[in-house]
């Protein structure tokens, strides 16, 4: 069946480092993604998103890329911060019908100062 | 900055028992969702609710979970019949309708014994 995955589960870096964490999808239908933060005890926040005509977008320290063709999203940290340690979901979204976000397992970046 | 905000914060019940899981969605919303959370696994759709009614669920949203928007700024889920794999990190969200940035709520812990 159609999936959202992560690569890692766990990414250790260094306070200041750039910070990538990678997102597999498997649904050629999905046009709008999502990732999401979560720090410990709380909802999932909205970081960024990233519609699938598109390649590239920026935010504040975050960078979204997308690559459909080999269906991967990612996001790039620049100049980690320990306030940046959470779990990252990744999460598509279907055109057209559902616009519930289908999210990914996790990845647990965790910073060090 | 406007928050979404859950009650209480952790519910420990006995299988079998009815539960109603409290949220207050950011005021000016019109979308409402809730998702659940097990332990260490992915966020889940449950349902989404709109003009007063639901507009999505999920195959977890069997017959023993039910919504409610009972006034102008609560969005309850119940659980009639709660049972062991009920136990979960329940989170409440809104969104604008302008766009499908989601708030999410810090959530519910439920604890089913």
């Known amino acids: 069946g159609e999936s959202v995955g992560l690569h890692l589960p766990t990414l250790s870096v260094q306070e200041g480092d750039n910070s990538i964490i990678n997102c597999a999808y498997s649904?050629?239908?999905?046009?709008?993604f999502i990732w999401y933060k979560q720090e410990s005890g709380k909802g999932p926040q909205f970081i960024i998103d990233?519609?699938?005509?598109?390649d590239k977008r920026q935010g504040q320290r975050v960078t979204v890329l997308l690559n459909k063709t080999v269906k991967h999203l990612s996001l790039q940290i620049a100049a980690t911060q320990p306030g940046d340690s959470a779990v990252y979901f990744c999460?598509?979204?279907?055109?057209?019908?559902?616009?519930?976000?289908?999210f990914g397992r996790g990845t647990s970046l965790i910073v060090h100062p | 900055e406007p928050e979404v905000t859950q009650t209480p914060s952790h519910q420990v019940t006995q299988m079998g028992q009815e539960v109603i899981l409290r949220c207050v969605p950011i005021s000016n919303h019109l979308y409402f969702y809730w998702y659940r959370q097990i332990l260490g696994q992915k966020v889940e759709f449950l349902v989404s609710f709109y003009n007063n009614e639901i507009s999505e669920k999920s195959e977890i949203f069997d017959d023993q979970f039910s919504v409610e928007r009972p006034d102008g700024s609560n969005f309850t889920l119940k659980i009639r019949s709660t049972k062991l794999e009920d136990s979960a990190m329940y989170f409440c969200?809104?969104?604008?309708?302008?766009?499908?940035?989601?708030?999410f709520g810090p959530g519910t812990r439920l604890t089913v014994t």
């Open positions: 969200a809104s969104s604008g309708g302008t766009s499908y940035e989601q708030y």
């Open positions: 999460a598509e979204k279907g055109w057209g019908g559902s616009y519930i976000p289908t």
């Open positions: 649904n050629s239908a999905s046009d709008y």
């Open positions: 990233i519609r699938s005509n598109m």
